[in-house]
């Protein structure tokens, strides 16, 4: 299994301003994504970080809004840029060992972001 | 695009009562079911899933699931709950029709609380 962490686990920023979540993980990892946790409101994949290339995004999420880096298999970072106060939520990072769609998926801890 | 659903928002239950949480997706292609646990102040991490074979599946700490292809459901169960599963439980899909690969589509989660 894959241990993962982030930093930081959480802050509270004023509108506009921009903030960097990074995610660690303690193996190597296929695959790496990012999600969104509003109050009260399930999961939602922001986009998958590619090593090397540009992240895929999903509906909604723009490079411009979320850039992701992800410079080699073990880590990456998330930007929330130019905030306001919608945009307070949980962002967790996950990782997947492989493609295989049956194989785990493993989340860390969360950076809980308060934008005021 | 896949979508989950989680029937219950907040359970409470005493110990040693029953558990079942529902959960049902839309999409009937090929899938894989997961049901997550988070208990306070931890990671997302994985209670059982089910891919293939014996539609009744057995994770950890009792817990199990039964995949009912026909009724699109994929329902928790314990027969005996203590005051340790207080948690909150998010079920997901893996799969179904123009999904990224990997990507997983959660519910909104089920707040379990068990009282001593």
């Known amino acids: 299994s894959a241990v993962i962490s982030q930093k930081p686990s959480r802050d509270i920023c004023q509108r506009g301003t921009s903030l960097t979540i990074q995610c660690q993980v303690d193996s190597q990892v296929t695959m790496m994504f990012w999600y969104r946790q509003q109050p009260g409101q399930s999961l939602t994949l922001i986009a998958t970080a590619n090593q090397g290339s540009e992240a895929t995004y999903e509906s909604g999420f723009v490079i411009d809004k979320f850039p992701i880096s992800r410079p080699n298999l073990t880590f990456s970072t998330l930007t929330v840029s130019n905030m306001s106060p919608e945009d307070s939520s949980i962002y967790l990072c996950s990782g997947k060992d492989s493609t295989i769609s049956t194989d785990t998926q493993y989340f860390g801890p969360g950076t809980r972001l308060t934008v005021l | 695009a896949q979508s989950v659903s989680q029937h219950n928002h907040h359970v409470i239950l005493s110990e040693a009562a029953s558990l079942e949480l529902g959960c049902n997706y839309s999409?009937?292609?090929?899938?894989?079911l997961f049901w997550y646990v988070q208990y306070p102040g931890q990671h997302l991490q994985l209670l059982l899933k089910y891919f293939s074979g014996d539609p009744l599946v057995k994770g950890i700490k009792g817990f199990e699931a039964e995949f009912i292809k026909s009724k699109f459901s994929f329902n928790l169960r314990k027969p005996s709950v203590q005051w340790s599963d207080t948690a909150e439980y998010f079920c997901?899909?893996?799969?179904?029709?123009?999904?990224?690969?990997?990507?997983?589509?959660f519910g909104r989660g089920t707040q379990l609380t068990v009282w001593p």
């Open positions: 999409y009937g292609g090929t899938v894989n």
């Open positions: 997901a899909v893996n799969g179904g029709r123009g999904s990224t690969l990997g990507r997983l589509y």
